[in-house]
């Protein structure tokens, strides 16, 4: 049974900064995301704009390419979508705070940012439109509108889109960046802890950041030995034409626990190499935040 594949890195570049593009691509991210929001200055947002659109018309690309549009409430907006919409693997649409918005985007390729409280509150008919191949979090915006300093209300917040995506069938919410690019220690604290509230993956603002995300959400040595202990039993299972699945030490495993550990087997062989990206591509800060 093949498990579907799903990014662990996605990696900002400033539309601007078209000399990075290439970098950006080669650092190691699975996902590498044009940005024309944030990072960018309104001086040179119309630059970006067509710096991401030659970028994806020439194909140089070898991982997906993303382009965050401004909001889609504005002119600027619009005219990014309009430019980029269909070149990109996926369109980030920021400040999503209804469904209806989506309907400007063609086709499933939107990732939803949900950065408000109005967002929050909606956030199961946005995860369950059907333009929206994904959701995330902004998480500064929205802790600073909300006042919010304790992370136990922000772990609240994350779980509902946690369990917004989930219901709608999506893959798994990733993280919004860690804007400390030189803490490394912190970076993987908050990884591990975004992964035990059924986050994964997380965006980058710093290739350097790469190698320690993925690190993160590798399964343990434990973990993998374990999966690949069910993934086993559940083969033999299905080649004796059993349902149960009985396993070395005497326990059973149902059907939600062998999915799970075929994505555990997958992930793990997925991360084996944890040195890969990071390569030196110095990115302003710009991020999902």
């Not at 662990?8 to 044009?34: C, M, N, Q």
Request: aromatic share 4%; hydrophobic share 50%; proline share 6%.
């Amino acid at each position: 049974m093949s498990v579907p594949w799903s990014p662990v890195t996605w990696l900002y570049v400033p539309g601007d900064r078209p000399e990075r593009f290439a970098k950006a691509v080669a650092s190691g991210a699975d996902v590498v995301i044009i940005d024309l929001e944030d990072a960018v200055a309104p001086a040179h947002k119309d630059e970006a704009r067509a710096n991401a659109a030659a970028y994806l018309r020439a194909g140089m690309s070898d991982v997906p390419v993303h382009v965050r549009i401004n909001d889609l409430a504005t002119e600027r907006g619009q005219a990014d979508l309009a430019a980029v919409g269909e070149l990109a693997a996926a369109v980030r649409v920021p400040k999503v705070e209804s469904a209806a918005v989506l309907d400007m985007v063609a086709g499933g390729r939107a990732y939803a940012l949900l950065e408000s409280a109005a967002g929050i509150v909606a956030a199961r008919d946005i995860a369950a439109h059907p333009r929206v191949a994904g959701v995330a979090l902004g998480e500064q915006d929205l802790a600073a509108e909300l006042s919010i300093t304790d992370e136990s209300a922000m772990n609240h917040l994350r779980l509902q889109v946690v369990l917004a995506a989930a219901a709608a069938g999506l893959p798994p919410v990733p993280m919004s960046v860690y804007p400390h690019i030189n803490d490394e220690a912190g970076l993987a604290a908050s990884c591990r802890a975004g992964r035990a509230l059924g986050l994964f993956g997380r965006t980058a603002i710093h290739p350097r950041q790469i190698p320690a995300i993925r690190r993160a959400f590798r399964p343990t040595e434990e973990e993998a030995a374990r999966a690949a202990e069910i993934v086993e039993a559940a083969e033999r299972a299905e080649r004796a034409g059993i349902g149960a699945v009985a396993l070395p030490d005497g326990r059973f495993a149902d059907a939600p626990i062998v999915a799970r550990a075929r994505r555990t087997v997958a992930l793990n062989r997925q991360l084996a190499d944890d040195d890969g990206g990071g390569r030196g591509l110095f990115h302003r800060t710009g991020g999902e935040d």
